[in-house]
């Protein structure tokens, strides 16, 4: 390559000087840990937001326009139900329940949980098995108990297991497991539609959400509009995830004390960075005089700047993934309940911020040399 030269001599000189490498490696790895540790926290609870939406798997979800997420839904009134079976392009719909409880243990103790009533005729969206049938939902006094991070809570239950919800007997029937664990930590129980509104006390409406499924994709639009034209709303899966997303990052204090814990942490990276790479280039002034001296061209002394900057800030973003996912792997295994996760929305954002450090180092280090004479090294 024609820059080969003088970017090898750009790396002696930068992986000599042991301090002021270790420095910039050290500030940008951290940098980079904690901006993808903030991000993947808030990853993490949006997944287990999204819990409910995606356990239950439903194409398309009705509700009333003033809900923001599963756990805040507003009794929808029962002739919706049949109303929303009768509109054009609709293959099927049916009652869902989610709503909250106390459950009563063996040792007297009271557990809050989330209680979960599917359409008795179709159980659907109901969770995959691990102990038992899911026909024994249907006997009396049963549900099902999902083992996940909360299920410790309930005293590991197992089948025949019995608790009180509301002066109502309970029995665990099956142990089951879901694809996302809950946001709030409490356990969750399953049952039919039909139990749920038995056991738990309500509203004089009682679904809490009618779960669509459209003829086809093209006939979302529609039942759309339709369901706006009866004072409701009907969102797709991915569109109800949208808006949990929007309420948790606009609405509450999390997405603003995530963005604001980021931000720092870009700043603190950037200024280490900064400040090190300067005094870098300050300290070998003299070095990149006598290159000028000897022949070497501004452009070339710019690209090298350019790849020592671009390979500390690599490096150093390098070390930080593999950081947090270290940090992230041995805090999942040994807390079943945290909840953060790396996307590759994290990873781009990192990457983004590092290359704007890498840039911003590099203008700093770039005006400098720019500005020196080789005359003014030896005259010294």
């Not at 024609?2 to 050290?26: E, H, P, Q, W």
């Not at 452009?299 to 930080?320: D, K, N, P, Q, S």
Request: hydrophobic share 50%; no cysteine.
């Amino acid at each position: 390559m024609k820059y080969t030269g003088i970017m090898r001599i750009g790396f002696k000189l930068l992986v000599n000087d042991k301090a002021k490498f270790s420095a910039l490696l050290i500030g940008i790895t951290f940098a980079v840990f904690l901006m993808v540790q903030m991000t993947a926290m808030f990853a993490g609870i949006l997944n287990r937001a999204y819990s409910t939406v995606t356990n239950i798997g439903a194409t398309m979800w009705v509700m009333d326009t003033a809900v923001n997420t599963p756990a805040s839904s507003i009794p929808l009134p029962d002739y919706l139900l049949d109303a929303v079976r009768s509109l054009d392009g609709v293959s099927y719909a049916v009652p869902l329940f989610v709503g909250g409880a106390q459950v009563r243990l063996d040792d007297g103790s009271y557990q809050p949980v989330t209680v979960i009533g599917l359409d008795d005729t179709s159980l659907f969206g109901r969770p995959e098995m691990e102990q038992g049938n899911i026909q024994d939902i249907f006997a009396d006094n049963s549900f099902l108990v999902v083992h996940d991070a909360e299920f410790s809570k309930l005293e590991n239950p197992k089948i025949g297991t019995t608790f009180e919800l509301n002066d109502h007997r309970g029995v665990i029937v099956g142990v089951a497991r879901v694809a996302a664990n809950g946001l709030f930590g409490v356990p969750t129980l399953y049952t039919t539609y039909s139990r749920a509104i038995e056991y738990i006390p309500t509203t004089r409406f009682t679904i809490s959400y009618v779960l669509v499924q459209a003829k086809s994709e093209a006939a979302i639009a529609g039942i759309e509009q339709q369901v706006a034209k009866l004072g409701y709303r009907a969102l797709t899966k991915d569109q109800f995830n949208r808006r949990i997303m929007d309420f948790y990052t606009f609405q509450t204090g999390v997405g603003v004390n995530i963005l604001l814990m980021t931000v720092i942490s870009f700043i603190i990276g950037l200024s280490i960075s900064g400040q090190t790479f300067y005094s870098f280039i300050l300290e070998n002034l003299d070095k990149f005089g006598a290159l000028k001296a000897i022949g070497a061209k501004g452009r070339e002394l710019v690209y090298m700047i350019l790849f020592m900057a671009t390979f500390t800030a690599l490096t150093g973003y390098g070390l930080g993934i593999g950081l947090v996912t270290l940090v992230i792997s041995i805090a999942r295994f040994n807390l079943p309940g945290y909840a953060a996760i790396i996307t590759f929305w994290n990873l781009e954002l990192a990457f983004g911020m590092v290359v704007l450090i890498a840039g911003i180092s590099s203008y700093v280090g770039v005006r400098k040399v720019l500005k020196i004479e080789p005359f003014d090294i030896f005259r010294g």
